[in-house]
T-cell receptor, first 113, second 115 residues
Framework: DSGVTQTPKHLITATGQRVTLRCSPRSGDLSVYWYQQSLDQGLQFLIHYYNGEERAKGNILERFSAQQFPDLHSELNLSSLELGDSALYFC????????????FGEGSRLTVL | GDSVTQMEGPVTLSEEAFLTINCTYTATGYPSLFWYVQYPGEGLQLLLKATKADDKGSNKGFEATYRKETTSFHLEKGSVQVSDSAVYFCALSDGSGGSNYKLTFGKGTLLTVNP
């Protein structure tokens, strides 16, 4: 158990819909990262938040947004969903200053039909 | 930008065989290098790391040496077990440290070890 909690574990929805994925980092970790894992693209970095502030953006679509709340949990919002958005979405957290070890949750598997 | 290239696999071995998974990287500055492992149905977890050239990371019988001259960080294990079956990811940091830290991952290599 990494200490990072992601909900929901599985989500099935239709094209055009909007979903919210939730992540609770390990106790005391200020950094939260979101990654998308798909068969063709591998593990793609989406966005990084540190203590409520956005710190880095990767290959995140404009239809996607994220935030980190004062209690440090984070949400990833995916809207106008397309079939290609079907993937496993991971949240990870780390201590600050970072040592290189990210602690990953078990992921949220999104299926868009 | 930074990138990681690793052998795509899948790799299938018999128990007690020798394992090598190749990883090369492109980065500016002086990145730290990592191997993460993902067991079926789980998130990734850190297997080993090396923070500077010629460092050797090791854990659970796995080893990798940070080779700056060849920009490589190959993963090796002398005798694999069925329980090593997983997906292995090579990764590098952007080297900036601090609160702007992030990791770039390779595409992963699926390892299956048969009894």
């Amino acid at each position: 158990d990494s200490g990072v909690t992601q909900t929901p574990k599985h989500l099935i929805t239709a094209t055009g819909q909007r979903v919210t994925l939730r992540c609770s980092p390990r106790s005391g970790d200020l950094s939260v990262y979101w990654y998308q894992q798909s068969l063709d693209q591998g593990l793609q970095f989406l966005i990084h938040y540190y203590n409520g502030e956005e710190r880095a953006k990767g290959n995140i679509l404009e239809r996607f947004s994220a935030q980190q709340f004062p209690d440090l949990h984070s949400e990833l919002n995916l809207s106008s969903l397309e079939l290609g958005d079907s993937a496993l979405y991971f949240c990870a957290s780390s201590v600050a200053p970072a040592t290189g070890e990210l602690f990953f949750g078990e992921g949220s598997r999104l299926t868009v039909l | 930008g930074d990138s990681v290239t690793q052998m795509e696999g899948p790799v299938t071995l018999s128990e007690e065989a020798f394992l090598t998974i190749n990883c090369t990287y492109t980065a500016t500055g002086y990145p730290s290098l990592f191997w993460y492992v993902q067991y079926p149905g789980e998130g990734l977890q850190l297997l080993l790391k090396a923070t500077k050239a010629d460092d050797k990371g090791s854990n659970k019988g796995f080893e990798a040496t940070y080779r700056k001259e060849t920009t490589s960080f190959h993963l090796e294990k002398g005798s694999v077990q069925v329980s090593d079956s997983a997906v292995y990811f090579c990764a590098l940091s952007d080297g900036s440290g601090g609160s702007n830290y992030k990791l770039t991952f390779g595409k992963g290599t699926l390892l299956t070890v048969n009894p």
